[in-house]
């Protein structure tokens, strides 16, 4: 049985599943990424510090504010420069704003119709309107606090090195926090939803890989660390992450311990569940979930999970800057030669940016490490693991599984080839 | 089947931020979905057709491989609506085309960079007939809604084609040459309501270089503020590699820009 699906649907980007069957046992299982490579380590070289930020976080539309904080931090621990508490902190509100955006998109828009057995959410639209504005509500309440903040959640404006360009004014803060609260009703009703779907039985423990703090759920800075045990620091991510190309993918994959790992929301919340805040613990265990959850299915519900985690977060960080209050804050950058590494979680997983600059404050090298092309060869080793279990059913209903399967990555497929 | 209007959004290289912005656009886009038929959205969707009358593309040509796709959708379309910076005018990726492509494989892919393709980057039109731009990176989502309206009512689109300045100073903004900064919003087209100065940060030109730009003006900008056009002429390459406005230059100022370096600051940036 040859299985082919070209393009697969309701993904970032273009990739292909590749499968066959042999009397029903595995011949070959692959997901072949065909995306077109942009180049962008190879073009950022010569740029001025400024313009680094710039066209880096063009590498990706959905996961921008992660590109951007990963540059950001590369080009500040290259050259030095330090950030204030107020900085930290509008940085910490959005990236709970990127996560909050991107898991809503893809829990009702990417992932939810494969378990209603829909096409997409346009249906919906007609069917179940509450559904598909409540969506609409999660996506773009975070969209719009990113926005709030960054001028524009896609691509980001104001941030930049060692500080920001403009802050949002008080009042706009106090608006978005009510925003924040009103979606604790939309939460509530999507962790109901998620408790009746049912995900695929397959199971297959692996290596989880995420950013580790020791304050809190960790969304930058910190240590890469390994379910397997061991962590390293930024500067030696090489000692962690092992690139190796294949034929099939014109992304690179990665390994460490093991042949493959996994990074993204199960493999944070297998790695620091502990830290989520209250609210979403309480999810976590509505929804069934008892850490270290090895399906890769449950990526999807980890995903509610953090969405819980991140609105909370929002709220307790808006009341910070609303007690506090906001500065315009002068961002004197003196460039310096020198190289750094900048390690962010984006929805998908761990991504890290690695920068050398001249004494001009110009790049000279320039290193991107996408969570989607992390997780490919484990992916590949999914398929493989599942469908020889798959082999008894018509091969419609295989191709699906595969694809849900897929899509169960969240995969930003461009991002990964870069 | 109905009469409405059949819709299908397809996308080359690039980022799909455009794309993204358009989901983004929430209960206008719940308004919009109920005029048109979407019939084809990759990133969104799974119904799959190939009978549509408009069709959105995003993204930037890069590959040879990729103009077969590209053509089979501009047959099938009425209209073809090119989707952001990346379709209009390459988008930043086009920098890759100062830079070797071979080096620029085996610089990503080591030894087996020679197993995978790398072409000129180029923005859609230079491959099909275009009907509408909308420029952008990411696009203005206002724009898209629109040019669906326009669309949808039969009447012509016009592509704003005033300065990003223009926008920037009916916003009252602070000018960013007066903050010591340098800015490509003189000589940029607008249409994204001065999104970026009006966060305090310098327009990068994502919009492209608008028709008819008047040099002489953004001479005299620069001037002011002790600057010469070759100040500037490093920045355009982030997005306006072939939509330069070398042809309107001396024959001088066209040798220094494909010298120019990016314009940097002295040794100390203020940008509050």
New interface residues.
Partial sequence: MEIRVDHVTRVEGHGNIVASLDDGRLKQAFFQVVEANRFFEGILRGRDWLEVSHIATRICGICAVSHCYASLQATEAAMGIRVSDQTRLLRRLTMNAEQISSHALHVYFLAAPDFLGLPSVLPLIKQDPDTVLRAFRLKNTGYDLGAMVLGRHCHPVSAIPGGFTAVPKLSEVSKMRERLVDLRKDLDITVELFQKLDVPAFDRETEYVSLRRPDHYAWMGGEIASSDGGAVAADSYRDAVKEFVVPHSTAKHARWHREAYRVGAVARLNNNWQQLRPEAKKAMQALGLKPPVHNPFLNTVAQVVELVHCVEDSIAASDEILKVGLNEEDVDVQPRPGRGVGLAEAPRGLLIHDYTYDERGRCTKANCIIPTAQNYANLDADMRAWLPQLASQPKEEITLKLEMLVRSYDPCISCSVH | MSDKPRVAFFD??????????V??I??P??TL?GHVD?VTW???????SDDFDIAVVEGSI??DS?VARLKKIRDKAKVLVALGSCATLG???G??N??DRS???S????E?GS??E?GEVRPISAEVPVEISIHG??INADEFVAVMEHLLLGRPYRVPNEAVCYECKLNQYECVFDRGDICLGPVTRGGCNA??T????RC?GCRGIMDQVNLHAARDVLEEHGLKLEDILG?FK?YSLRASPEEKMTEVEREKARKA?????G??????
Wanted: proline share 3%.
């Fill in positions: 080359f290289a690039c980022c799909e931020g455009c794309q993204l912005t989901l983004s929430g209960e886009l719940v979905l979407v990759r990133e969104a969707i799974s119904e799959k890069t590959r990729d988008g930043v990726q920098l890759g100062t830079f080096e620029l494989l610089l990503v892919y080591g087996a197993q995978f790398a990176c990411p999104i970026c009006s966060k305090g940060h990068f920045m982030v370096e990016p314009w940097r600051f040794s100390t940036t203020s940008l509050a």
